[in-house]
């Protein structure tokens, strides 16, 4: 079996691609339905609601342990880092949102009416409820995989 065939069969990381993309379409749908209008690079985008990281890292975990056991070493590892990503996108990358958020707000005021060449991403953190809801469908997609298909 070649390397791409055995990428394609592995289930743990289709898991994880599958939450993610299930992930970025809900987030673009409610952004939509929250501002009015299609936000095309919501599909790619960082922050908002469900939390894409947090949605990849519990699918992958949540597939180690049914795949491999809840005592094996590979659930151990995927189920530390998730536990590392959704606390990073729920705190640190939180705080880099606000930060960029009162740093372009400086660069606008002391600006006064000129365009900023660089304007920081202010939309990259989670709230708890947006990495809690990530962590659900993450656990919801990989037991569909497992179970279902």
């Known amino acids: 079996m070649t390397f791409l065939q055995e990428l394609l069969n592995n289930r743990i990381l289709i898991a994880g691609v599958c939450a993610w993309l299930t992930a970025q379409v809900l987030k673009t749908i409610i952004h939509a339905i929250v501002n009015k209008g299609i936000d095309f690079s919501r599909l790619v ?8 990281h947090s949605a990849t890292v519990s699918a992958v975990a ?7 056991g809840g005592s094996s070493p590979v659930f151990a590892v995927s ?7 959704c606390h990073d996108a729920m705190n640190s990358r939180q705080e880099i949102g606000k930060q960029a958020a009162v740093l372009n707000k400086i660069i606008r005021d ?4 000129e365009n900023p060449e660089t304007v920081l991403e202010e939309f990259v ?3 708890p409820f947006q990495v809690a809801a990530g962590i659900l469908l993450g656990i919801l997609v990989a037991c569909a995989m497992y179970y279902w298909i």
């Open 110 to 113: 002391v600006l006064e009416g």
């Open 79 to 85: 189920a530390t880092l998730a536990i590392i990503t």
């Open 125 to 127: 953190g989670h709230t």
């Open 62 to 68: 949540t597939m180690c342990g049914l795949t491999c």
């Open 45 to 52: 985008g960082d922050g908002g609601m469900p939390s894409g």
